[in-house]
């Protein structure tokens, strides 16, 4: 293996959006900017990932990884233009090659710009080590591109958190915009890997909702994207049974909602105590996911008002009667079940407190009835935040198995 060079880090500042002023503008996907940050050697990615791995084994890197920062354009769920910012991370290869790409989405972390994220500070705030969680990937010869959801970016602006058309369009856009990376020549060409058209979309936990959005969206938004399986940590699928099980996501589903869909259809005095509302909007902006888990109840009967907790709790129809336009919202953000026919990898944990195995079970036996080859890994002894370091031999042998061009595993029909 060649030994590192990376450019100085000012030079690439300004080469390198230069470069990207050549693309056709306002395109989806289309690179608005890069910036090269750094690069690791092997034996550095190995450190940087140790905390993450701690207690799953540190996974050696084969290849030494560039980081960059790029700009793209995206298109917002109400179709406006959109600028989403990104990590894309290059393994270094000697000779020419072709890799999959990989696009990944994170979990919650909030919904305000200080809680995105690509913006993470894990020793502050531990919402992932995404960084760490990239650089893995990355360091086993895979091109990833973790870009952040819509909304981040803007001081002004909430996430669009559990949105089907926002997640999906930005992961599809992410795809491009890999491609793009390369086509248009802003990559440091130490390297000689080239994207394939083998592509991944995985996530954890809102990640996994975000990677089958793409899937949902894909014929109609973006159908020359390629997309080769969907890997989902722990995922969340459907936001309703999210809103039964751990109740203290909701505030923000419901805020985000009511600020897309307008507060005439999505008023949040319909669904919260009044005591939560005094305060929503500050509170929105103010809490990142460590600190919501501690200020909001995490049962539904302490938050919701007693007609909606009723109704949420006791089924589907009677929520689609007595809260229809909520039951409309929460159907349609559903991610997952338009039929996509995409393999899917679903890894959850046994001690998962966020997602139980009875919901993930659920929706495997769904995903099976509509013509998706799935595996459906439980792993012993994993909690919710377990399971990107608990699966990730599994995703590995998993997206090599397919890049070879071999059968999916599939457990379908799923007793």
Same mark, same amino acid.
């Given at each position: !293996? ?19 002023? $050549? ?7 289309? &690179? /608005?900017?890069?910036?090269? *940050? %750094? ?41 406006? *233009? ?33 809680? +995105?994220? &690509? ?17 893995? #990937?990355?360091? %086993? ?22 949105? %089907? ?20 020549? #802003?990559?440091?060409? +130490? ?23 793409? $899937? ?5 938004? $973006? ?21 039964? *099980?751990?109740?203290?996501? +909701?505030?923000? /589903?419901? #805020? ?34 460590? *600190? ?41 953000? !559903? $991610? ?42 439980? !792993? ?18 998993? !997206? ?16």
């Amino acid at each position: !293996m060649k030994t590192l060079l990376i450019l100085p880090l000012l030079l690439l500042q300004l080469l390198l959006p230069a470069f990207a002023a $050549a693309e056709s503008a306002a395109q989806p996907g289309s &690179i /608005i900017s890069v910036m090269h *940050e %750094k690069g690791y050697l092997p034996h550095v990615l190995r450190q940087q990932t140790a905390t993450l791995f701690e207690n799953f084994g540190v996974p050696d890197a084969d290849y030494a990884v560039d980081r960059y920062w790029i700009r793209f354009h995206s298109t917002d769920f109400d179709g406006s *233009e959109a600028v989403v910012r990104a990590q894309l991370y290059v393994p270094r290869f000697d000779q020419p090659t072709e890799r999959p790409l990989l696009v990944f989405g994170a979990g919650t972390t909030g919904i305000a710009e200080r809680c +995105a994220p &690509i913006l993470e500070v894990p020793e502050r705030n531990r919402w992932g080590w995404y960084v760490a969680n990239m650089l893995a #990937y990355a360091g %086993k010869g895979y091109i990833v591109i973790f870009p952040e959801y819509l909304g981040f970016g803007d001081p002004d602006t909430p996430q669009r958190y559990f949105s %089907k058309v926002a997640e999906g369009r930005v992961m599809l856009d992410a795809i491009r915009a890999g491609y793009n990376f390369f086509q248009h020549g #802003y990559h440091n060409r +130490a390297s000689a890997v080239r994207p394939s058209q083998t592509v991944f979309a995985a996530g954890y936990s809102q990640g996994g909702h975000a990677a089958h959005a793409a $899937a949902d969206l894909r014929p109609d938004y $973006a159908p020359e994207v390629p997309l080769s399986g969907l890997i989902g940590f722990g995922q969340t699928n459907c936001v309703a049974t999210l809103m039964r *099980e751990m109740a203290y996501y +909701a505030p923000y /589903i419901i #805020y985000t909602y009511a600020e897309m869909y307008g507060y005439d259809e999505i008023d949040p005095a319909d669904y919260l105590q009044p005591k939560w509302l005094a305060t929503l909007q500050q509170d929105m902006f103010r809490f990142c996911v460590e *600190e919501f888990q501690h200020y909001y109840p995490r049962d539904g009967k302490d938050l919701y008002t007693e007609a909606f907790h009723r109704a949420l709790t006791d089924g589907e129809q009677r929520l689609a009667v007595e809260f229809p336009a909520m039951a409309a919202r929460l159907e349609e953000n !559903m $991610a997952g079940l338009s039929g996509h026919g995409i393999p899917t990898l679903v890894l959850h944990g046994e001690d998962d407190i966020i997602v139980s195995t009875a919901a993930q079970t659920r929706f495997v036996q769904q995903l099976c009835g509509r013509d998706s080859a799935v595996q459906f890994v439980i !792993m012993p002894g994993a909690r919710h935040s377990d399971t990107r370091p608990a699966g990730f031999k599994y995703s590995l042998e998993w !997206m090599e198995l397919l890049t070879r061009g071999e059968a999916p595993p599939d457990d379908c029909p799923l007793e």
